[in-house]
């Protein structure tokens, strides 16, 4: 896009904002901090231009990362990727540019199935060998050992599976001295199972088996909405001091469009900004689904998509981000050698519900080779009397959900793992709590 004038200033000052390396991110509490001890928040993007690895073609890469300068994302989310191939030119790119990258470690045939939970060597060795692969990358923000595994009922039984993915790549990656590269999960907005997940998987009060930071792929807030009407309202409620950071993996609803990410404004203002670590907005290239920031010029394509050529923005949602994340800066937050990471609440492991969540309280997690066989093992948390952010207050906790919106238009996802696209129904019809 050619600007001039004032126009050209305010890119350039963009761009000058986003170039410098942002080094290695951790986890502390509910906060990320960078390297220097300043609280790092997510603008991030889901890139995935291959449905197996977008990160292989250094010369693409660059040119995406040309335009995403210009808009002001510090995180890119790829959902699939292949520790056998070399991704040095395209995590070099990123990295001169200031973008962090969070990446999935399953792939199509290792991801946790939830209609038959398991927990596999193979499954175990293929996260472990993207882990291998990645670690090197200073500008690796973080790892997703799922996404969007729960989506019904039945799926909550997969649960422990997910923690014991955890458990297990946190020792690998303590085995291996590696540095603590935060481990996580993204899950579907459901009201009926989301409370109940996102305590689950920090509680117990075993860190070594609990998640460093909880995602959510949420499409509550289609424009024209406000924060009380989208079902933000109740997101924060839940979220309050909460005990890991917290952030939306995929948000950017198009219905019915065009998106103008008034969204951005509430994540990165109060009162989230005090609970939440940002936003990764939904996605990239143009697909079927309609949810591009660009497309290509003179592509060429993979299953009837332009993956590659000169990026070019969608318009105006483009501009429509541009504009809001201009507008959001980063947030100063808090500097780490002042933050109390103990101010945060301790979930108690939520019990089984009605028409809900199946699994009882802290149980025993599966080990490696061990696959679902229908109950569970209930074993005694480590801290005796949680607390929670829920009561009078009306916060939401997992034995009292906070009222919920409908969640209406998650997208079809064209390339990525073949277990979302048999979800895509379940996830366009959201429970309503009352």
């Known amino acids: 896009m050619k600007l001039s004038g004032l126009g050209a200033a305010i890119a350039a000052l963009g761009v000058a904002n986003t170039v410098e390396a942002i080094g290695p991110v951790t986890a502390a509490g509910n906060k990320f901090f960078t390297s220097d001890g300043k609280q790092f928040f997510v603008k991030g993007i ?61 792939t199509f045939d290792t991801y946790i199935n939830p209609a038959r939970p398991a927990w596999t060597e193979t499954m175990h060795d293929r996260y472990a ?88 792929n949420s499409y ?25 950071p917290i952030f939306f993996s995929e948000t950017g609803c198009n219905v019915p469009g065009p998106r103008l990410f008034d969204d951005q404004l509430a994540i990165f203002g109060q009162p989230m900004v005090n609970d939440w670590s940002g936003a990764i907005v939904y996605e990239w290239i143009q697909e079927e689904n309609k949810y591009g920031l660009i497309k290509y010029e003179n592509p060429t394509q993979t299953e009837g998509v332009a993956r590659s050529g000169k990026p070019v923005p969608v318009q105006p949602d483009f501009n429509n981000l541009k504009e809001k994340w201009e507008r959001v800066g980063q947030p100063t937050g808090v500097v780490k050698d002042k ?20 699994v009882k309280g802290n149980v025993q997690l599966p080990a ?43 997208p079809t996802k064209v390339v990525f793992r073949g277990m979302v696209a048999g979800l895509v129904g379940v996830m366009l019809f959201f429970t309503v709590w009352f």
């Open 46 to 106: 889901a890139y995935q231009l291959s449905p197996e690895d977008p990160l292989i073609d250094t010369e693409q890469c660059k040119r995406d990362v040309e335009l995403m300068k210009e808009l002001g994302p510090n995180a890119i989310r790829v959902y699939h990727v292949d520790p056998d191939k070399n991704h040095d030119g395209c995590m070099k790119a990123f990295n001169d540019a200031g973008i962090t990258a969070l990446i999935d470690l399953d």
């Open 129 to 216: 060998d993207v882990m291998d692969a990645f670690i090197k990358y200073d500008n690796v923000l973080g790892f997703f050992v799922g996404n969007e595994i729960i989506a019904t009922e039945a799926h909550s039984n997969a649960a422990p599976f997910i923690k014991a993915a955890v458990r297990d790549m946190k020792a690998h990656r303590d085995s291996k001295k590696y540095r603590e590269v935060p481990i996580g999960y993204s899950a579907a907005d459901i009201a009926e199972l989301r409370p109940m997940l996102q305590d689950y998987l920090t509680c117990g009060g075993n860190s070594s088996e609990n998640v460093d930071f909880f995602a959510l």
């Open 220 to 244: 509550e807030w289609c424009d024209p909405s406000t924060y009380e009407t989208s079902g933000y309202a109740n997101l924060q409620k839940q979220a309050k001091d909460f005990p890991v």
């Open 339 to 358: 933050y109390d990471a103990k101010h945060v609440s301790v979930r108690p492991c939520p019990e089984a519900t009605q028409g809900g969540w199946l």
């Open 368 to 410: 490696v080779g061990e696959s679902f066989t229908g109950t569970y093992e209930s074993v005694p948390s480590a801290t005796a009397a949680p607390t929670t952010t829920g009561g009078s207050d009306g916060t939401g906790t997992a034995a009292n959900p906070a009222r919920e919106t409908q969640n209406p238009a998650a």
